[in-house]
């Protein structure tokens, strides 16, 4: 039985450093003041959550595995198994952060997890590298901001595509995108449709099962730590694993799951790192109050009248994906606009990115996608999973970053965790 106990910063710090004979032993990136790493190092890293994604990442650039962590013991033992002798298991993430010889904390669980350990991680002094979506509520975002930014930590969200690879059905990478946008040939403001044409309805049906009935825990998975900072109910094999996705306690749909994937590239496209919507509509069945569900329509709008349209219907299959006053770009990068090949050309390109992990970490310059973009694009996702639930318009303001006058949505942006559990 894993042993708990309230993980705040206090509390953490006090478990988080270990000694011996009254020497201090603390990471080594720590002594020096901001987190470097010496460059003829190998970056260190852990990963917990080996359930899924976690899998998929067990080696890149510059980094070397020390830890994997999970609280189903069959996925622990499988992984182990392929990793080598050098990696060892965990079932509790906190012992991980513990480990002073850990540079780099991959968080590969569901998302309603992410934000905890985020700030866990920061506050033990590491550097982060976080799955999509960032955090499943607003206000967990909000405090990984600022815990990340307090303790001077590298952040890495695990979607590419504002930096590389061609962008889901549009036959381009975004930075020619970027560069026509920031020309202002299109005019402004725009419209970003998002359709199915795009592949979003790749998950657009993952929906959860109303009123679950209660089933028997099996005994390779601590389901108590498996909910963590989620409301308890009953354990049912559709709540976990790659099902966790259908339900609005632990991500928020295929809107959760592959939101921030379409979202962010566009909110980098539209120079939106900054903000967020001041509005969103839903067309909508009503949801569940447990199981997510599906749309046929969310509308963001921006102060400066831009706007995104998720299309899950697919209803305008002849939409053009970027549309301005003067001028529509469409997927297979198509467009109405005179010589475009020849017009990117004379084109200024967009600010450089490190789309490298290791490199942002050694050099402590931000990442492409960090935790201020990061959150930014988040909160679009959140907003919508947000209106959704209520099945209704919602008001914000960015700046504050609450809801205008509406204190159901506003219990949405902070939601409470389970006790004992705390962020």
């Known amino acids: 039985m894993v042993m708990k106990w309230n993980s705040s910063r206090r509390t953490f710090l006090k478990t988080a450093v270990c000694s011996a004979s009254g020497i201090l032993i603390v990471p080594r ?16 890293k852990a990963i917990i959550g080996v359930g899924g994604m976690g ?18 013991r069959d996925h622990l033992k499988g992984v182990l198994a392929k990793v080598g002798k050098d ?17 780099v904390v991959h968080i590969a669980t569901p998302p309603h997890w992410h934000g905890l350990i985020s700030v866990e991680a920061a506050r033990a002094g590491k550097d982060i590298w976080c799955e999509k979506p960032m955090t499943r509520t607003i206000g967990e975002g909000i405090r990984v ?14 979607t590419w595509f504002r930096f590389k690879d061609p962008f889901y059905g549009l036959g381009t990478e975004v930075k020619p995108l970027k560069k026509i946008i920031q020309s202002g040939v299109l005019g402004w403001p725009l419209k970003v449709t998002v359709s199915g044409v795009t ?4 998950k657009f049906f993952w929906s959860g099962k109303p009123n679950l009935a209660p089933a028997p825990v099996p005994p390779e998975l601590d389901y108590d730590m498996w909910l963590g900072p989620a409301p308890y109910k009953p354990y049912n094999p559709d709540r976990v694993h790659a099902r966790f996705r259908c339900y609005w306690d632990y991500d928020g749909g295929g809107l959760g799951d592959m939101g921030q994937h379409y979202l962010d590239p566009v909110q980098y496209m539209l120079d939106k790192d900054h903000t967020s919507p001041i509005r969103v509509e839903v067309d909508a069945p009503q949801q569940h109050y447990d199981a997510a569900g599906t749309w046929r329509r969310i509308e ?45 050309e004379t084109l200024p390109d967009p600010e450089p990115q490190i789309g490298i992990f ?5 050099t402590r310059k931000k990442f492409a996608l960090n935790e ?7 909160t679009i996702v959140n907003l919508g999973v947000i209106a959704l639930r209520l099945g209704r318009t919602i008001h914000y303001d960015p700046v504050a970053q609450r809801c205008i006058d509406d204190e159901a949505a506003n219990r949405l942006v902070h939601q409470p965790m389970r006790a004992p559990w705390s962020c």
């Not at 990136?29 to 260190?44: E, M, N, R």
């Open 29 to 44: 990136h720590v002594l020096g003041g901001t987190g470097y790493t010496a460059p003829s190092d190998t970056l260190t």
């Open 55 to 72: 899998q998929g990442h067990i080696e890149y650039e510059g980094t070397k595995l020390l830890a994997i962590c999970d609280v189903d």
């Open 87 to 103: 990696v060892k298991g965990y079932s509790d993430y906190r012992e991980v952060l513990q480990r002073p010889d850990i540079d």
């Open 145 to 158: 901001v600022e815990e990340v930014g307090k303790y001077g930590r590298m952040f890495r969200l695990n």
């Open 199 to 202: 592949g979003y309805n790749w």
């Open 300 to 344: 963001y709008t921006y102060a400066d009248g831009c706007r995104i349209i998720l299309d899950g219907e697919n209803r305008d299959t002849e939409a053009a994906y970027i549309e301005g006053p003067f001028g529509k770009i469409y997927r297979g990068f198509r467009s109405d606009i005179p010589n475009l090949a020849g017009l990117l």
């Open 358 to 362: 290791s490199d942002s970490v050694r």
């Open 372 to 378: 201020a973009n990061g959150h930014r694009s988040s």
